[in-house]
């Protein structure tokens, strides 16, 4: 009777007789020679595979058993690239005569997949990413196609968030000399704690004024408005940065009417709030950051200035 079933990622279908161990159908059938033959007990480990994620000696499984499920060997942990566990078994030096590292690594990645806390150091490895100033994390494919990839997302976040607690050990830009858009950062910045913002709002062509006030690390979000998609969508991957599209508008006043307007309409701001504005003039042209503004939301003074002009 053909067995149907899949190995790393691929449908197969074996005609061997059905007590044939599942080893000799990937190593004869489907030449996947990474699988090795060692004791041929259950006792070395050299044969060992994943069935449906679990770990498996492959020499003592028939491969009736397998009908219908999915196979994975060393070929398949990574396929075109090295598995961060084959890194660090190089980076220590783990492999001997290298005969039975295949099924010793297939054991490792099973057992990590199916843990679900994190390990000294993949739990030092997030700490220190935001330590360097990293403006977005990503879980690792082997973390991710665990067992528990929620609670990972989860761990990652109480990492984060512990690690940005700590401040003091965060890079801040620090360049021999800023330029104008570098102080204009800096400045909004240490401005919104004087002040108390409740938002920072920047007007931007190429996401660069984001990214410069985003690497101060502000405690207030950056709204970040730009007629451009592609620049929203770099701008979401920078720390603290939510963009916004905005149509164009023509002269600062008008900017900081629809700035107003559209924070009130995100409840992000409540009248007598203070915000900070950075833009550059001319407007909607890259590379101009130039103005600063303080503004308290529902100025009525200003705006009927504004309107008698
Ligand atoms: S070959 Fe030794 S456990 Fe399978």
Not at 31 to 39: A, D, F, H, M, V
Not at 96 to 125: F, H, I, K, V, W
Not at 135 to 142: I, N, Q, Y
Request: with cysteine; charged share 20%.
């Amino acid at each position: 009777m053909a067995i149907n079933f899949s190995v790393n990622g691929r449908p197969v279908t074996s005609a061997a007789p059905e007590g044939t161990p599942l080893l000799w159908v990937l190593r004869e059938e489907l030449k996947l020679t990474g699988t090795k033959y060692g004791c041929g007990a259950g006792q070395c480990g050299a044969c060992m595979v994943h069935i449906e994620g679990g770990r498996t000696f492959s020499c003592l499984t028939p491969v009736s058993s397998v009908q219908g499920k999915s196979v994975t060997t060393i070929e398949g942990l990574s396929p075109g690239r090295l598995n961060t566990l084959q890194r660090a078994w190089l980076a220590e030096s783990v492999p001997q005569c290298g005969y039975c590292q295949s099924g010793q690594l297939m054991s490792a990645a099973a057992l990590l997949a199916a843990n679900p806390r994190p390990t000294r150091a993949e739990a030092s490895d997030v700490a220190n990413a935001v330590f360097d100033g990293s403006d977005a994390l990503m879980l690792s494919a082997e973390t991710a196609a665990g067992a528990y990839p929620i609670e990972a997302v989860e761990m990652m976040d109480r990492i984060i968030r512990e690690a940005e607690s700590s401040d003091s050990r965060m890079l801040r830009p620090q360049p021999a000399q800023f330029n104008i858009a570098e102080t204009a950062a800096e400045l909004i910045c240490h401005a919104s704690e004087e002040l108390q913002m409740k938002v920072i709002a920047v007007f931007t062509e190429t996401g660069s004024t984001g990214r410069l006030i985003s690497k101060h690390r502000p405690r207030r979000p950056i709204i970040a408005f730009s007629t451009i998609q592609e620049t929203r969508r770099r701008l979401s991957l920078y720390w603290g940065v939510v963009p916004r599209t905005i149509a164009q508008v023509h002269n600062i006043e008008e900017l900081v009417l629809v700035t107003e307007k559209r924070l009130l309409e995100e409840k992000l701001v409540k009248r007598g709030d203070v915000v900070g504005i950075v833009a550059g003039t001319p407007l909607f042209v890259g590379g101009t950051t130039n103005f600063m503004k303080f503004h308290i939301i529902g100025n009525k003074d200003e705006q009927t200035r504004r309107a008698k002009r």
